[in-house]
């Protein structure tokens, strides 16, 4: 019985892709240097934040209060 019905033949495999084109060291620089650039513009003022979702976390910096003016 199993010889009317025979099963698919798997299709052949994929081509293989396209070798990558080679960089140069001051292409591979100027790309690194653009991703640190775009990380640091991307961080903004996060660091400037001092409060977090409970308010302020650690001690108080401020120092000594003032009058305005003097």
Same mark, same amino acid.
């Given at each position: ?7 698919? @033949? ?14 140069? #060291? $001051?292409?591979?620089? #100027?790309?690194?240097? @653009? ?7 991307? @961080? ?9 979702? $409970?308010?302020? $976390?650690?001690? #108080?910096?401020?120092? @000594? ?6």
């Amino acid at each position: 019985m199993g010889g009317i019905l025979s099963s698919p @033949k798997a299709p052949p495999p994929p081509p293989p892709p396209p070798p990558m084109p080679e960089k140069s #060291d $001051q292409e591979v620089r #100027d790309e690194e240097l @653009k991703e640190r650039r775009r990380r640091a513009a991307a @961080k903004g003022r996060q660091s400037t934040i001092l409060t977090g979702g $409970q308010g302020v $976390q650690g001690e #108080d910096t401020g120092g @000594k209060k003032t009058l305005l003016g003097q």
